[in-house]
């Protein structure tokens, strides 16, 4: 079956520091990808997504993501991150252009401490 | 504010009990969906509806119904549900159907609990 795995489940981390959270998958064909984030008390957005071209894609507030396809991963980073970036991530794969039928990871909840 | 509004924020409920949850998009998108979230456990998709198909995932109960009445409505059906059943409920639409790239707009969700 196909699936995500995100290796972090909880980060702490001091602001300032640099983070990378780790997203594989499972399936072989064309992909879409996408990070999701979720603030404390707020809905899912989305933070960045990848289709095809540049395998580095950048998002909003600092966030970017690298899609390797040949270790099937798709990890997002951020230089520094501030207290605000606090909440729960999720990494999702959309094979083959099916549409919102989305498969996410379990999510990495990150702390940022000030 | 999202564009997907979901209604009620929070539900609780009794096993016996017939309640319905309700999502309405505003972003003139074509596809909806139904999404639980679970404490420590990935969203799980548990329906699709769009203008090529409806899908189910065929490991929902049947003790969840949905109802698309037209592409900016989505409803969920609860009946003699189970406590297990207590999750966040969340919709989600899409502008480019159930073919498209998969980018989703979610709402905030409704927070069921069941007694």
């Known amino acids: 079956a196909q699936s995500v795995s995100q290796h972090n489940h909880h980060v702490i981390l001091s602001e300032a520091a640099s983070l990378e959270l780790g997203c594989n998958y499972s399936y072989g064909g064309t992909v879409n990808l996408f990070w999701y984030v979720q603030y404390p008390g707020q809905h899912l957005q989305l933070l960045l997504k990848y289709f095809s071209g540049d395998p580095l894609v950048k998002g909003i507030k600092g966030f970017e993501a690298e899609f390797i396809k040949s270790k099937f991963s798709f990890n997002l980073r951020k230089p520094s991150v501030q207290w605000s970036d606090t909440a729960e991530y999720f990494c999702?794969?959309?094979?083959?252009?099916?549409?919102?039928?989305?498969?996410f990871g379990q999510g990495t909840e990150l702390s940022v401490k000030p | 504010e999202t564009g997907v509004t979901q209604t009620p924020r929070h539900l609780v409920m009794g096993m016996t009990n017939k309640k319905s949850l309700k999502c309405e998009q505003h972003?003139?998108?074509?596809?909806m969906y139904w999404y639980k979230q679970s404490a420590k456990k990935p969203l799980e998709l548990m329906f699709v509806?769009?203008?090529?198909?409806?899908?189910e995932n065929n490991s929902v109960p049947s003790r969840f119904s949905p109802e698309c009445p037209n592409s900016s409505h989505l409803f969920l059906h609860l009946h003699t549900l189970q406590p297990e059943d207590s999750a966040l409920y969340l919709c989600?639409?899409?502008?480019?159907?159930?073919?498209?790239?998969?980018?989703?707009?979610f709402g905030e969700g409704s927070r069921l609990t069941v007694l």
């Open positions: 972003l003139g998108h074509n596809a």
């Open positions: 999702a794969v959309n094979p083959y252009n099916q549409g919102g039928k989305l498969i």
């Open positions: 989600a639409s899409s502008q480019e159907g159930g073919r498209g790239r998969g980018e989703l707009f």
């Open positions: 509806y769009s203008l090529e198909e409806r899908v």
